[in-house]
Every structure is written in C-alpha cells, then in structure tokens.
Nanobody, 118 residues
Framework: QVQLVESGGGLVQAGGSLRLSCAAS????????MGWYRQAPGKQRELVAA??????????NYVNSVKGRFTISRDNAKNTVYLQMNSLKPEATAVYYC?????????WGQGTQVTVSS
C-alpha cells in the first residue's frame, strides 16, 4: 500500500508563490512517475507537472499554461515530490492532487487547496 501526504497549499495573492510538497510512504517501486494534478470547480482534473524517477536523471513534463513559472522536483531518498509555483494567477485556483504512478497503478493524495486572489 502506498500513501501520499500533501502539504503547502493555501491562499496567496496573484503574482505570489507557493511550494507544494508530497511525501510518499509504503511499498514504492524505484521506477515511478510522480506528479501534480489540479481540479478547479466545474472542470476536469488536469495534469500540471510530472517527473520520472531514474538513477541517471529524471525527465519532466508540464502543462503549457505553467511552463516557465512552475518547477517540479523530487528527492528520491525521501520519496518526496515538490511543486514550486511562482507568478501565480487566479486561474491556478484549484485543489491540487499528488499522484504516484508505478507498475501501471495510480495512487492519489487527499488534495490540497490552492487559492489565488486577484
């Protein structure tokens, strides 16, 4: 069983920054992808950013709307993934969910609210 615990959400003014963290515990394959999804009211859940594991380096993927402003990173020793969000815009307001994908199985965190005021 894999558990994901998120932290770091909150209320911030437009143009501000937030850093989300997600710590994974349990039986975790060394080969996995960790990422952040978000779901705004009335909208579908979308991938924000993802990062693969790898002893020789990780690869990242971002939704176009956050490129250049958000940075995803991970600490494999701590099984933790981070999302640094800069220059936040009101349209980033959503519940952000941590995801870990391993062996074709998706695990989800409970979600953390991010609210960006204009």
């Amino acid at each position: 069983q894999v558990q994901l615990v998120e932290s770091g959400g909150g209320l911030v003014q437009a143009g501000g920054s937030l850093r989300l963290s997600c710590a994974a515990s349990g039986s975790i394959s060394s080969f996995n992808t960790m990422g952040w999804y978000r779901q705004a009211p009335g909208k579908q859940r979308e991938l924000v950013a993802a990062i693969t594991s790898g002893s020789s380096g990780s690869s990242t993927n971002y939704v176009n709307s956050v490129k250049g402003r958000f940075t995803i990173s991970r600490d494999n020793a701590k099984n933790t993934v981070y999302l640094q969000m800069n220059s936040l815009k009101p349209e980033a307001t959503a519940v952000y969910y941590c995801n870990l994908r391993a062996n074709w199985i998706d695990y989800w965190g409970q979600g953390t609210q991010v609210t960006v005021s204009s």
